[in-house]
């Protein structure tokens, strides 16, 4: 067993993000044109292998052009800001990301082998020069023609000031369709619910549209083409996109404002009880993988799963458990940002001083540090820490399915599956389906061990399995439909 502290890890992990910018090229000396073409490498992440491509061609002046993708989390052409050869060294900056890659050109110009630098973090990454353009294999992405509707849309979010933007696909017959509102987990998401290359939301809302059931998603607030701000955001924040969502659909021509319903993935397992609890137009929820605990709970039991997943020893985790847990006390008695960040900071340099003569032992950077209780104190983390499910979900109503995997590690699915039973049982809803799936994730792949590290390296987005087992209730739970 290796020994590996992983001191906070968020409900869907996060990961360096890449974002596109305009930025004009400097270059020293004269590139040997060789060098055109792909080159793919990885980089690993919080125990995440995160692919890292960079395309370099020639403009008619015979200088060179450097754009990197991150085919991982769905980002293409990121521009360079500078690029220097020198004999067989290459330097290329990346301004607006802070990124910087620094390696040798081998002689026979197969690999470049160096650095990636970015956010206090230097990465080891050895891009290997590819015959053809490196393409994720994504067999699940629905491909023209299709045989339904799909229709840009916005609507508004009164309450909070702002419109969002998404997609609605309609069965192509003319008719009166129920509809499914996807509502996604934590962090910023488009409406596909795009991370590690995989669109789990487009995979889902093309099997439903398929099965005659109209679906709308979108991006959440303040990402792709939503107005407002993700950051000061919280669960409840986006409770309330999720309930605009609704009042758009009711007004809606071709959808049957009788039978709208919400499947809510992960942190979005937790909004959809929060908006059915005090709404009679919910017609049904789907739960998948969605917390039945409070969030503290919730990030304990993962941090703890995914490092035994990863395989760290029973010493380092139970040294992240209690370090964890004093933070998460720290905020919860700490209501003044600068306050907690100094108790937290403090946390930290008595781990760095315990676990000093430990050669596995990551001492984070000042820029690493910063970024975690940037995290840590940030509106969204501070109210889901102790946000606890039950009393929106004993009061819902309406029938609910709720599965999760048998590998998921993220969520884990015994004592978040039975605690949604429990607050079934509570409120009197008896119209319920609680099932675990053999085999699954977090992301409803077909998994071998259910860590996070396997999500992107698996073709398949989601299984089957689950796509019929959601498709089928929704059927047998709204009478009439064809």
Aim: charged share 20%.
């Amino acid at each position: 067993m290796k020994r590996s502290y992983s001191f906070y890890l968020s409900i869907l992990t996060g990961f360096l993000i890449l974002l596109a910018s305009s930025e004009t090229i400097a270059q020293d000396n004269k590139p040997n044109k060789r060098l055109a073409g792909s080159w793919a490498g990885s980089l690993s992440v919080q125990g995440v292998e995160l692919r890292l491509v960079a395309n370099i061609s020639f403009n008619e002046n015979d200088s060179m052009i450097v754009t990197f993708d991150s085919p991982d989390q769905g980002v293409k052409e990121i521009p360079s800001s500078k690029v220097v050869l020198s004999n067989d060294s290459i330097f290329i900056s990346v301004k607006k990301i802070g990124g910087k890659f620094s390696g040798k050109i081998q002689p026979d110009f197969t690999a470049l082998d160096g650095n990636w630098n970015q956010s206090g973090m230097s990465f080891p990454l050895k891009l290997a020069h590819q015959d053809k353009p490196f393409i994720l294999n994504r067999p699940q992405e629905p491909k023209p023609p299709l045989p339904y509707r799909s229709v840009d849309v916005t609507f508004s979010n009164p309450q909070a000031g702002i419109d969002l933007a998404g997609t609605l696909t309609i069965p192509e017959k003319e008719g009166i369709y129920p509809v499914a509102i996807l509502v996604s987990g934590s962090g910023p998401q488009n409406r596909d619910e795009e991370l590690l290359g995989h669109k789990p939301f487009l995979v889902l809302a093309d099997y439903l549209t398929r099965q005659g059931i109209a679906v709308l998603r979108y991006d959440d607030r303040g990402v792709g083409k939503s107005g407002g701000i993700f950051k000061t955001a919280t669960t409840c924040d986006f409770a309330t996109d999720a309930e605009a969502a609704i009042e758009f659909l009711k007004k809606r021509q071709g959808i049957d404002s009788t039978r709208i319903g919400i499947i809510g993935h992960s942190e979005g397992g937790l909004i959809a009880p929060i908006v059915a609890s005090s709404r009679v137009d919910v017609a049904f929820i789907v739960l998948m993988a969605a917390p039945g605990l409070t969030g503290e709970r919730i990030l304990l039991t993962q941090s703890a799963l995914i490092s035994a997943a990863e395989g760290s020893d029973e010493v380092s985790i139970r040294a992240a458990e209690k370090i964890n847990g004093d933070i998460y006390s720290v905020l919860k008695k700490n209501r003044d940002n600068d306050r907690a960040a100094t108790k937290i900071r403090a946390l930290f340099a008595s781990a760095d001083k315990k676990y000093a003569a430990d050669t596995s032992y990551h001492k984070m950077s000042e820029t690493e540090l910063t970024l975690q209780i940037e995290t840590l104190t940030s509106p969204w983390f501070r109210c889901f820490l102790t946000l606890d499910p039950e009393p929106w979900l004993s009061k819902v109503k309406c029938p609910i399915l709720a599965i999760n995997g048998s590998l998921d590690l993220q969520v884990s699915p015994r004592e978040n599956l039975e605690a949604i039973e429990k607050a079934m049982i509570f409120g009197g809803n008896s119209s319920y389906v609680i099932e675990e799936i053999p085999g699954l994730n977090h992301l409803f792949q077909t998994a071998n061990t259910g860590s996070p590290a396997e999500y992107n390296k698996i073709e398949e987005t989601i299984s089957p399995v689950a796509l019929e087992l959601i498709g089928k209730w929704i059927h047998t739970s709204l009478p009439g439909l064809k």
